[in-house]
């Protein structure tokens, strides 16, 4: 297995998104040597000026690096960049280690973790939580699938953008970990908009009301940093509903799979397909607030 040393490490990255871009960031402002690829290369352009070099295809980044970390938006697209044509398994090099941070299906982990150990590769899923504040801030919470003893070896690059980094088992459950994460977000949107809502038409003075609630039971990451956002009017950043939509229906079909009910989620799931039918869907998970003004023919924002 390589060893995690900075200036010495070669660090590939793949996905440059609202997340993906400050976390490969903070890597690079750690030493780390390091090329990127995104399918649309203006999005890492920030990135290349600051010294990563560009990488055509997956594959040419991972024959140039010793640690390689996905962070796309759907399991088709980590099918894709792992296993497509110019792929990374088409190019990582034996004692590598792959790092995947996307939110995706705990059993294509188990899959890229299985067809990696065949080629002498190591390989991890690391699903992550915290939003794009998380990530600016180098604040996110890591779940950490796979070897112990790989996760252990990478853990000053977990170190360079998360505060919370936990080793949870086998390759895979990363991402249980994560769907248990999403699940408990889903009821907490939806309590935390209906809050506002409720709030707005009682007539209360709503940063008054905010600053009790937060303080107390209630306290929540959704209250301290989205619902200054509803309150602003600013539901073009963050998460996006599409990918919230996505996790949440991975969770539903793996409980599904272990013959469990969860009514609450598919609620959720059901209203923020709602927000993706009115051309939400690339908006902040905040936006759940616009189908629920509806819902109240309420114009809170």
Sequence with gaps: ?????????????????????????HIMEKG???AVYTRTKSKAQELIDKGALWA??????????????????????????????????????KGSILIDMTTTLPSLALEIYEKAQKKGIHAVDAPVSGGDVGARNAALSIMAGGDKEVIQNIMPLFETMGKKIVYQGGPGTGQHTKMCNQIMIAGTMIGMCESLLYGYRAGLDMEVMLSSISGGAAACWALDNLAPRILNHEFDTGFFVEHFVKDMGIALQEADKMNISLPGLALVNQLYKSVVANKGKRLGTQALMLTLEKMSNLEFS
């Excluded at 996905?70 to 792992?82: A, H, N």
């Excluded at 296993?83 to 398994?89: D, L, Y």
């Design 1 to 25: 297995m390589i060893k995690i040393e900075s200036k010495k490490t070669a660090a590939g990255w793949i996905g440059t998104g609202t997340m993906g871009l400050h976390m490969c960031r």
């Design 56 to 93: 055509e295809t997956p594959k040419e980044l991972a024959l140039i690096s010793d640690v390689i970390f996905t962070m796309v938006g759907f399991p088709e697209d980590v099918r894709q960049v792992y296993m497509g044509t110019n792929g990374i398994f088409e190019g990582a090099k």
């Design 32 to 34: 780390f040597k390091t």
